[in-house]
């Protein structure tokens, strides 16, 4: 527990320490940046002076052995010390050794290995005599007394040499003679001490050469370096290169392992203070005259490194001593700040004191008003202002904090009543629950149950406490539900699931339950609670819904195919209606007979149109619309499209836009006949809704993927819009908008539900941007593979065209952006007129560079269009008159009229598209690039078919000459059969192969059909490529083929290109090929007829291109199947409806089949 003290003695405390740490850290400051510094750079300063003196010192020492050294070798050269003598020898160097206590041993070698060495001893004096080159192995010793007086000879066995001895042998290898050698320090052999030796070689008068040496003992040495001392307490030392000591320091710094002196040769690492600093140093690079500040123990000390140079040899004197030596004494100082602070402390318990006191009295009040409302007495505090503002405040806060207390301790109360309320409501909010609910423990144990859980399970709460909810299982829960539910709980996550659990009875039920984690207030689960629903009976709903569901499924089934077969019975006499009704038409009628004719008609395709697209509904409902995957040119689609849509949309007074970006590939692969489908029904819808203004068709590229292609098709109107609640129903099938909009526009309410189908089919979505009383804007996207078989127009542009000038004139700025991208695009030069005065204008200007083309809006405010063509046609004084092609949304007769009375050079109907204005402009600038062919399809491609050998079993005749001529375009051989007969019959005419490489069957056939032909062909022939030929409209007729053991499937009518791929796909690759020429007659479509020829083939209501190009564009073969047509099938009708009256419904099946595949083929 915390120790509480009264503020006065506290704030005594506080105010005291504060001086005290202040000055403390005064003079901490002091001393560490302005003393300690000085006391280093003093230290560096008397370093060196003194190892400047050091140096001298030892360098006297040394120089004075190399002058004797130098002096002796003069003497020895003149024949001085030579004598073999050892008592001339002795005589003659005892004197000189006895005065210099420098060295104690003095030698005379000669090269051929005689030495006479003199040496002092404890006794007086020793000569040596070796001589191993006459004596091997023999020492001759003299000794003499200190007085000189002979003592005795003897002679000792050795193996010494002096020919071995590193002071020899190093001075006879020095340069120039008289140069003094050192050597390292090595264990003297004269008196067993270590030592260095000082040598000199010179020549005696008779060229012999000798080595005069000297040895001085590391303790001679160490006599001087001992008591050189540094500072008051360092120390020096003299060592080598690798750290062995020459001159020893005081004993008292070897630490406890001191050496004998002089006797052991020892090295730095032996001395403690200097090993601390000799690594350091030498891993620095052993850099001299500077200082190295390091610490022994809790001693600093301060090394500083000088060099000396001895005979080829570098030797270190190391200088180490206490920092302490050159700091100066800091006791004064100190009792000084000690002193001041003491003062500074008398002073603020003085000060301390008054202060304290004026604070405490009026504290002790507040003190004493806390304790009153720690005891829930909320009276006023009195209180006595003082003159410091901090503590009137604190008081006034201390009055605030009672009144927000006793204020805070009534809301309390009542909200402490109301959480009890509320506590009383949750607790029979629980109780009385239609749910069950159950808390456990984290180890499961159960805690709680309601009443609820009770009375579904069968047992009491107290049969439940405390038991694991196990003892509910039945056994029919999936061990993965329980698994599942732990390992979520584990996470601490909640759980919710289904169990089926059982009552204590032994009855089953199914709970719907939801398991939570409750954590307390650090976060850790403490328990689970369980929330439960008895789900029994809506479980039995459950089950009896999926049967409704699944017996409405299977309703929803068998009426799509109801519809689809119904339907497809059905348009046989709605064509037939529909044609006679056509026919009657042409007739001479009255006008009442006329009037109920042409009701009939129109009542009948719109019937017509609306079994189409049950049909299309019912396909798709029953998951049996397939797509087709054939190669088709987009322009031409919208172009079949705007043909079918344009004379609504003109009926109605709307422009067309059509716009689509330079960038989409024109030649495509897949369902062109479906593509057309929804741009129809979106197009149609836009006219059907929109009373004024215009409609935009919009073509986008916005994907690549590989050899597919992703478009985006936008069909915008300014029509009455739809509200968001429409839009969200508006492609449910069979509905509307709403009911009044039913009843104003009509419409079954399938073609938006069909489309999107149809989308999403291709991989697209749909969506709808729709605001009431502005317009809608429906676009989708869907995806096409790129085209790998040109079949569309290549369109070349003549070099008459190039850069020619273009104007074009629209008052709308949409249109005008349209056609003048196409134009640019073409590589024209195009300029824009927003009226019919402005494109006069710029006529008139444009005389330097006249304009060629004028394109002209033939509606337009102030100035229509045909009266600014006249006007420029027959008004302006202008050199060159443009050729005006008149550009409008309507096809009327009076525009037609108007532009022929004015002269004008054309007429183009919108939408416009590319080929539109090349075509164009080819008319009216390069005519002969028209009629010289330079215009036209690309050549039929050759799919290697030439030699193919292939029986066509077919029993309408016209399809046998389509097909027949088609084959043969591409050098294959054709044999035909009429029926599955006569097929069978020619297969087996062959006597080991069926001499056919492939064969073409249709399906429907008299005596013997497709199927039943492939089946006895292929017990004999199982290898045989057969491609079933057929126009049913089911979707399954392809498997139904497959299954029969055809090969594949070609839909009709015919697709030339389609049909040749599937050839090429099955034909056998090993044959006799033979060379392929295209038939003249497939090279040219349009160019070979005649307009009259082209009017009457159009009023007849056949699709002349999608005729010629299922003949691959041979218009003399056309003409030939349209004869044939009318002769072979003018009473195919009639036999059908004899057919049905007498029963024979498969007579009439397979006539109505031919007719549909003869009709398809020729458009």
């Not at 002979?150 to 006879?172: N, V, W």
């Not at 694991?468 to 299982?473: G, M, S």
């Not at 083309?853 to 033939?858: A, G, I, K, Q, R």
Request: charge should be negative.
């Amino acid at each position: 527990m915390m120790k509480v003290r009264p503020i006065r003695s506290d704030l005594f405390q506080q105010i005291a320490l504060a001086f005290s740490l202040a000055i403390l850290v005064f003079a901490v400051v002091v001393y560490r940046f302005i003393i300690a510094p000085a006391a280093d750079r003093l230290a560096e300063h008397e370093l060196m002076i003194n190892s400047e003196g050091i140096r001298n010192t030892v360098q006297d020492y040394f120089g004075e052995i190399e002058n004797n050294l130098d002096l002796l070798s003069e003497y020895a050269s003149q024949g001085y010390f030579l004598s073999d003598e050892p008592e001339d020898f002795q005589r003659f160097a005892a004197p000189l050794m006895k005065h210099n206590q420098s060295y104690y041993a003095f030698r005379i070698a000669r090269e051929d290995s005689r030495e006479v060495a003199l040496f002092k001893n404890s006794e007086g004096w020793s000569t040596r005599f070796t001589y191993p080159l006459i004596e091997p192995g023999i020492e001759q010793w003299s000794h003499w007394d200190k007085n000189n007086l002979f003592l005795r000879k003897e002679t000792i066995h050795s193996s010494y040499d002096c020919r071995t001895q590193p002071g020899f042998i190093g001075a006879l290898q020095q340069q120039g003679a008289n140069a003094a050698y050192w050597t390292s320090p090595y264990q003297l052999l004269s008196n067993a001490e270590s030592g260095i030796s000082a040598s000199v070689r010179f020549s005696a008068n008779n060229g012999v050469r000798y080595v005069l040496s000297m040895d001085t003992s590391v303790n001679n040495i160490s006599a001087m370096t001992r008591y050189i001392t540094v500072g008051t307490g360092g120390f020096i030392a003299l060592f080598d290169e690798v750290g062995v000591i020459v001159g020893q320091p005081p004993r008292h710094v070897w630490g406890q392992q001191a050496p004998f002196f002089g006797k052991a040769i020892k090295t730095v690492h032996d001395i403690p203070i200097a090993a601390a600093v000799y690594e350091q140093w030498g891993a620095g690079g052993r850099h001299v005259n500077e200082n190295l500040f390091y610490q022994v123990g809790s001693v600093d000390w301060i090394a500083r490194f000088i060099n000396l140079s001895l005979g080829g040899h570098t030797y270190y004197i190391g200088m180490f001593v206490p920092a302490d030596d050159f700091r100066p004494n800091a006791i004064v100082p100190l009792g000084i700040l000690g002193l001041g602070l003491l003062l500074a402390l008398v002073f603020s318990f003085l000060w301390t004191r008054q202060i304290t006191a004026r604070i405490s009295q009026p504290l002790q009040q507040l003190v004493a008003g806390s304790e009153q409302i720690g005891e829930l007495n909320f009276t006023p505090l009195e209180f006595t202002p003082t003159g410091w503002q901090e503590i009137n405040e604190l008081a006034l806060a201390h009055e605030t904090m009672r009144r927000q207390i006793a204020e805070a301790a009534t809301d309390l109360e009542a909200r402490i009543n109301a959480r009890t309320l509320a506590l009383q409501k949750f607790s029979r909010a629980i109780e009385q629950s239609p749910v069950s609910v159950m808390i456990t423990d984290v180890a499961g144990n159960i805690e709680y149950v309601n009443p609820n859980f009770c009375q579904l399970t069968g047992y009491t709460d107290a049969e439940v406490i405390g038991q694991n909810p196990r003892f509910l299982k039945s056994g029919q829960t999936n061990v993965e539900t329980y698994d599942e539910l732990w390992q979520t709980l584990s996470t601490g996550h909640s759980w919710q699931g289904e169990f089926i659990n059982k009552r204590k009875e032994g009855g089953l039920f199914n709970e719907k339950a939801i398991i939570t984690p409750l954590r307390n207030l650090t976060g850790i689960i403490t328990h689970y609670v369980a929330v439960k629903e008895d789900v029994t009976q809506m479980k039995k709903k459950e089950e009896e819904l999926r049967q409704a569901l699944q017996t409405a499924d299977d309703a929803t089934q068998a009426k799509s195919m109801f519809l689809a077969n119904m339907s497809h019975e059905i348009r046989t006499p709605m064509n037939a209606i529909i044609g006679m009704s056509y026919l009657a038409l042409k007739t001479e009628l009255t006008p009442k007979q006329h009037d109920y004719v042409n009701k009939i008609h129109n009542a009948s395709t719109s019937l017509l149109g609306i079994i189409n697209e049950i049909l299309d509904f019912s396909k798709i409902e029953a998951g049996k619309l397939e797509l087709e995957s054939t190669s088709f040119v987009l322009d031409e689609v919208m172009d079949g499209v705007f043909n079918l849509t344009h004379a609504q949309a003109n009926a109605k007074g709307l422009e067309f836009l059509y716009h689509i970006a330079p960038d989409i590939p024109q030649q495509l692969v897949g369902d062109p006949l479906r593509l057309a489908q929804i741009m129809t029904n979106l197009i149609n819808n836009a006219v059907k809704f929109t009373s004024s203004g215009f409609i935009t068709i919009d073509g986008q590229l916005i994907g690549r993927m590989g050899h597919k292609v992703e478009l985006q098709f936008a069909v915008s109107d300014t029509g009455i819009g739809m509200s968001p609640d429409q839009v969200a129903r508006l492609f449910q099938a069979f509905t509307q908008a709403d009911g009044s909009t039913t009843r104003k526009y009509g419409g079954t309410g399938l073609g938006l539900a069909i489309s999107k189908r149809l989308i999403e089919i291709m991989g697209g979505t749909i969506l709808v941007d729709s605001t009431p009383g502005v317009g809608s804007t429906f676009t989708f996207t869907a995806w096409f593979e790129l085209s790998e078989i040109n079949e569309g127009k290549r369109r070349i542009v003549p070099e008459k065209l190039n850069k020619l000038r273009v104007l074009v004139v629209d008052d709308n700025l949409a249109a005008r952006e349209i056609i003048s991208e196409y134009l640019t695009t073409m590589k024209f030069r195009v300029d824009a007129a927003v009226d019919g005065q402005s494109a006069i204008d710029a006529v008139v200007h444009a005389t330097d560079d006249p304009y060629s083309l004028v394109l002209m809006d033939w509606q337009m405010p102030k100035m229509d269009g045909i009266e600014a063509a006249r006007r420029i046609k027959n008004e302006l004084d202008i050199p060159h008159i443009p050729a005006i092609v008149i550009v409008t949304s309507f096809d009327r007769e009076e525009i037609y009229a108007q532009a022929q009375q004015y002269n004008l050079d054309g007429l183009l109907i919108k939408p416009v598209t590319p080929s539109h204005l090349l075509d164009v402009a080819i008319r009216l600038f390069a005519p002969r690039a028209a009629e010289n062919g330079k215009i036209k399809p690309l050549p039929e491609k050759n799919h290697g078919l030439a030699g193919l050998r292939i029986l066509l079993a077919e029993d309408n005749e016209i399809n046998q000459q389509i097909a027949t001529e088609l084959l043969q375009s591409q050098g294959i051989q054709v044999t035909v059969a009429s029926d599955g007969r006569e097929a069978v019959d020619r297969v087996m005419g062959a006597e080991e192969s069926p001499g056919f490489d492939l064969i073409l069957m249709d399906l429907q056939m008299p005596i013997m059909d497709g199927f039943e032909a492939t089946a006895i062909i292929r017990k004999h022939f199982d290898q045989l490529p057969i491609i079933a030929m057929t126009a049913h409209a089911m979707a399954d007729e392809r498997e139904n083929c497959l299954a029969a053991g055809m090969t594949d499937h070609v839909a009709k009518p015919i697709d030339p290109q389609a049909l040749f791929l599937t050839i090429a796909r099955w034909a056998p690759q090993e044959r006799t090929r033979t060379p392929w020429q295209p038939d003249a007659g497939s090279m040219s479509i349009t160019s070979a007829h005649s307009d009259a020829e082209a009017m009457i083939l159009e009023n007849t209501g056949l699709d002349m291109k999608l005729g010629l190009k299922r003949v691959a564009g041979n218009l003399s073969l056309y003409r030939k199947l349209l004869r044939q047509y009318v002769s072979g099938q003018a009473g195919a009708i009639a036999s059908i409806r004899e057919m049905l009256k007498n029963g024979d419904m498969n007579s009439g099946s397979r006539i109505a089949h031919s007719l549909k595949g003869v009709s398809g083929n020729i458009g």
